[in-house]
């Protein structure tokens, strides 16, 4: 029942007296639902497109020669994501992954730099990094959306 009255906050809404007020109030708020729920699937699809368009930027720029192979080690990363299975909902495009899901936690971050070090790991620590940055910034993006 989006924008109707009976979804409306009481507090948010106490200043409306009227039944035409209140019924202004859940019009406005509907429109505002309407606007964050494109926003939103704007906000999720390039989330999702950077995870495969950073990583092949990152390895056409940095492992010219082995370019291909780097990026698929850098995407696979993404399979740090199965961790959402562990979440109820699974998906939730409000709620942010940092530090809500095990493996996008700091000491998880604290485990990705480790595997800068030693070089067969160096990918893999590089791909889990980009994708903690990538989901930070969805984070930033969710809040400045919401304000």
């Not at 740090?80 to 299975?85: G, N, P, S, V, W």
């Not at 493996?103 to 160096?122: F, G, I, M």
Request: net charge positive.
């Amino acid at each position: 029942m989006q924008g109707s009255v009976r979804n409306l906050p009481t507090a948010k809404y106490s200043r409306y007296r009227t039944g035409r007020d209140l019924a202004h109030a859940a019009a406005v708020s509907g429109a505002r639902a309407v606007r964050y729920s494109v926003s939103m699937s704007l906000r999720s699809i390039v989330h999702l497109a950077l995870h495969f368009v950073v990583p092949i930027c990152l390895a056409l720029l940095f492992f010219k020669e082995t370019w291909r192979r780097a990026a698929l080690i850098m995407i696979a990363t993404m399979l740090i994501d199965l961790d959402h299975l562990l979440a109820n909902p699974i998906y939730d495009p409000n709620r942010c992954s940092i530090g809500f899901h095990p493996l996008h936690t700091w000491p998880a971050a604290a485990v990705y730099v480790a595997l800068l070090l030693p070089k067969p790991t160096r990918l893999v620590g590089i791909g889990l990094l980009i994708h903690l940055a990538l989901d930070a910034l969805d984070c930033g993006w969710m809040r400045l959306l919401s304000a």
